[in-house]
């Protein structure tokens, strides 16, 4: 006779393993037929069907608009995580003390988190359109600038004001993360630290910091690749415009396989994107694993 605790884990591999089998070889097939037709010169009205090796890649990245994509890629993704982590760390300890305002805020943080992304992008675009927008009337009635200015349509500032958005939107999840992970610390280290004489900047230095660098680090990791991922804000507030300089990966990969029918192309910037998101895949697991051990 088994045991009861066994016959539990057979049972539970018995039904997951199928589920498990199918999803992994759906995603491993895709991924196989995704490296081959990268490898070919394939296209949606014609196209050679035989292998061309890396000519597809090589082809690609002398094209000067795949460097621009792949480097607007590196920036889009570093910098709106950086600025989500650093606003997420401020707001969740700000958010942390248990004050009734702090908790009625609390309450309404995960408002831009929960709304579909089309309409975070569709609203924002309105707001900052140069001539319409309430963001340049605003900034035209207090007089710090002279007319509507062009946020989402100038080369220097198109990428940077999508990373503002994206920003805005994940940062709150970010932060309430933050708050539980703090409240989840014994109390005891707190009033160690008031004993020995730390003032509050001591306290966040050595003692919350130090006890959720795990939380911090795994969502640091979760948010950079929601946003290599994204695609649907750079498609709507800009189309990748003007020129390519606000194009990002996801957005060349769309453009590439449905606009332009170059599936090959396609499936090499697939593969580039991929990638970038298997460091940050592997970063993660490990990650995850050093906390789960330390637990």
């Known amino acids: 006779m088994l045991r009861a605790s066994t016959s539990r884990k057979i049972w539970g591999y018995t039904f997951v393993y199928p589920i498990f089998l199918i999803i992994s070889g759906l995603v491993i097939g895709v991924l196989i037929y995704n490296i081959i037709l990268s490898f070919k010169d394939m296209q949606f009205l014609g196209g050679s069907t035989q292998f061309v090796g890396f000519q597809t890649y090589a082809e690609m990245l002398k094209r000067r608009e795949t460097v621009t994509v792949i480097l607007n890629s590196i920036k889009f993704n570093l910098v709106s995580t950086f600025f989500v982590i650093l606003?997420?760390?401020?707001?969740?300890?700000?958010?942390?003390?248990q004050m009734g305002a702090f908790r009625f805020i609390r309450g309404f943080m995960l408002l831009p988190w929960i709304m579909p992304g089309v309409?975070?992008?569709?609203?924002w675009?309105?707001?900052l359109h140069s001539q319409s927008g309430i963001i340049n009337r605003y900034l035209v009635e207090v007089g710090l600038i002279e007319q509507g200015f062009p946020f989402l349509g100038t080369p220097g500032t198109a990428l940077f004001t999508v990373a503002f958005v994206?920003?805005?939107?994940?940062?709150?999840l970010f932060a309430l993360v933050v708050v539980a992970s703090i409240h989840s610390i014994d109390v005891q280290?707190?009033?160690?630290?008031?004993?020995?004489?730390?003032?509050?900047?001591?306290?966040?230095?050595?003692?919350?910091?130090?006890?959720?660098?795990?939380q911090v680090l795994t969502m640091s990791l979760l948010n950079?690749?929601?946003?290599?991922?994204?695609?649907?804000?750079?498609?709507?507030?800009?189309?990748?415009?003007?020129?390519?300089?606000?194009?990002?990966?996801?957005?060349?990969?769309?453009?590439?396989?449905i606009q332009f029918g170059k599936l090959s192309q396609a499936s090499a910037a697939t593969m580039i994107n991929f990638l970038i998101l298997l460091v940050w895949g592997l970063l993660y697991f490990y990650i995850y694993r050093r906390n789960q051990l330390r637990g």
Do not use: C, H
Not at 87 to 97: A, D, Q, R
Not at 119 to 123: D, Q, W
Not at 189 to 200: A, P, Q, T, V
């Open 87 to 97: 606003l997420g760390l401020s707001v969740g300890i700000l958010l942390s003390e």
């Open 119 to 123: 309409i975070v992008a569709g609203v």
């Open 125 to 127: 675009k309105w707001m």
């Open 166 to 172: 994206i920003v805005w939107r994940l940062f709150p």
């Open 189 to 214: 280290l707190f009033e160690s630290g008031k004993i020995d004489g730390m003032n509050k900047w001591q306290e966040i230095w050595n003692i919350t910091l130090p006890s959720i660098r795990y």
């Open 224 to 257: 950079l690749i929601w946003i290599t991922n994204n695609l649907v804000l750079v498609s709507i507030m800009t189309k990748g415009g003007p020129m390519y300089y606000s194009t990002t990966l996801p957005l060349f990969m769309y453009q590439l396989g």
